[in-house]
């Protein structure tokens, strides 16, 4: 038997108005595109009119506003959710006020309904669901990281997007966790038992993943970049596993789909992305828990050899330094050339990378500022995760 928990409204400065509960708890959303409490960006444009290529960032933070963004906004009372805001960035755009608001538009936000399968309705647990990272190819489409909190599973997702030229899309979710089973199982998932994934990007034709190197839960403390089977990015599947209590059937995938490419040294491993690097090859963001590995506060590029496997990644010269506890630089996208990063407070970097020529050097600058464009910013704003896309 369902229960139904009325939150109670809580006031928040400059935020949108709470959401309705009637005699049965909330009362069920049914207009058109997306209700007009998850638009959290009134600094954006007022549609999305940007084309070319551009770089899409996930806003990790959660859509109700009732509960300071620490769940998902409901839309009935049937376990269904608005999640996460999907954002275009155009860094080259000239805006004629100066600013930065011509450069930035929602995309839409996450539509988490029965296509997740009924169980997930039933169990509540798309009220915390979130993406955390995003990778884009013009064949394979849009994919995400996932991680479902009260199940404690993280997976990969497929997203559909209906109309890249809206700002209201219904954003399409399948979620593929990642196979459970016992550490050294042949049959478990390279990705499951990792404590906090992190990085998702396609170089060429393939996708990979990254984790953080984050000692506690006495497994391995090392980082490492995940290969994903080429063949689930062609053709994903779900199975329902025999030992699922649930026996869920829109829930795992039906085989392991990580493997281990390479790791990083202990207690290092990707801070928040990787991107395609000039000679094609991969570019990951670093980020140590021991100074004594890479120093406090800093988040450093480093190279990961991808002709062979087990080949350890070697540093790349760019980094950013005098990071702030919780400002990562959780996304990096390479737009028209240029290879951009992007904080978990919406600060843009440019990194400036030597010349291939080696006539200069490397160069790390602020390039944006786009915090102060969304609704109550320090509340409501966490980035995560970014990717290169192109809009005709």
Known sequence: MKVIIKIACVVISTLPACVGYGPQGVDPFEGEGLPEAVS?????????ELRGELMLFVNTKLTGVDANFTSNYPLDNEGRYVGNALYLY?????????????????????WLD????????????????????????????LWGLSYDPLNDEWGLTVLGVPDWTRNDNRIGVDRYAFRYGQVEADDTDACYWRQSLTGLGFVGDELWAGSAGKPGNGLDARGAVFRIGPGFVQAPEHCVLPSDVTQDPSYYACTPICSVWTTFDEKAGVAGDMAEGRDGGMLALVRAEDDAVLPTGQNALFEVPLDAAAQAPVPYGPHIDDIAAGLDVEGLARIKGVLYGINTAGTVFRIDEQPVDMAGDWKVSVHDVLGPLFTASQASVRIRGATRVVIE
């Open 114 to 141: 029965e296509r997740m399968g009924p169980l997930s309705l039933d169990d509540q647990s798309l009220q915390r669901f979130s993406v955390r990272d995003l990778a884009w190819h013009e064949a394979r489409g």
């Open 90 to 110: 155009d860094p080259t755009r000239v805006c004629d006020d100066g600013g930065s608001g011509c450069r930035l538009a929602r995309l839409g936000n996450l």
């Open 40 to 48: 959290l960006c009134d600094g954006c444009l007022a549609q999305q």
